[in-house]
């Protein structure tokens, strides 16, 4: 089947460490892209990648950072400089352009503790 | 003012209920719209794309309203299922699949 995998589901963090959130499609997709949901909030974006070894900073991009080495791989690394890492993150794909659907991976849970 | 704005909610209503959202956008330039839906602790997933003629799906219908800038969502008959959060997605039109998240509204069907 195809789809988007991440890992881990639940992801425990103590103050100042870096941590990489995996994400993985085989659904052939060009772009991918990282975002972040806060307890009643919509999804803020974080990073986005359209081809290979290229990638975008996004709204929030501040203490994060990415690499898109390969086309079915985005992961996602929460420096020690992001402020307030607690959140729900979201992996999605897309056949790139504007009107195509995002396939959203199932998310990882981040905690600070 | 933020880019795309709903009303939160939550609405809670009984079964069979018809049931509308709104949605309104800020860039006048956005080209493409779109509903998810949200479960509890769960990832987004499309329920429909908003298109300029309308688009009804079922018991879903969605409207897009350029010159007003705000797009629409009405469910009928609700069920126990449709309980949900529901998300207007905008994209902006630079062909990046750039989307911009509403910060959704969240429905309860009640028996």
């Known amino acids: 089947d195809g789809g988007i995998t991440q890992s881990p589901k639940y992801l425990f963090r103590k103050e100042g460490q870096n941590v990489t959130l995996s994400c993985e499609q085989n659904l052939n997709h060009d772009a991918m892209y990282w975002y972040r949901q806060d307890p009643g909030q919509g999804l803020r974006l974080i990073y986005y990648s359209q081809i290979v070894n290229d990638f975008q900073k996004g709204d929030i991009a501040e203490g994060y950072s990415v690499s898109r080495e390969k086309k079915e791989s985005f992961p996602l690394t929460v420096t020690s400089a992001q402020k307030n890492p607690t959140a729900f993150y979201l992996c999605?794909?897309?056949?790139?352009?504007?009107?195509?659907?995002?396939?959203f991976g199932p998310g990882t849970r981040l905690t600070v503790l | 003012r933020k880019e795309v704005e709903q009303d939160p909610g939550p609405f809670n209503v009984p079964e069979g209920a018809t049931v509308a959202f709104n949605c309104t956008y800020s860039n006048s330039a956005s080209q493409s719209f779109f509903w998810y839906r949200q479960d509890c602790r769960k990832e987004p997933k499309l329920l429909m794309s908003?298109?300029?003629s309308g688009n009804e799906d079922g018991r879903f219908t969605a409207q897009l309203n350029r010159a007003s800038q705000y797009i629409s969502l009405l469910i009928r008959d609700s069920k126990l299922s449709d309980s949900a959060t529901y998300l207007c997605v905008v994209n902006a039109g630079t062909n990046a699949g750039k989307s911009t998240f509403g910060d959704g509204t969240t429905l309860t069907v009640k028996p």
């Open positions: 908003v298109y300029s």
């Open positions: 999605a794909s897309t056949d790139g352009g504007d009107y195509n659907e995002q396939f």
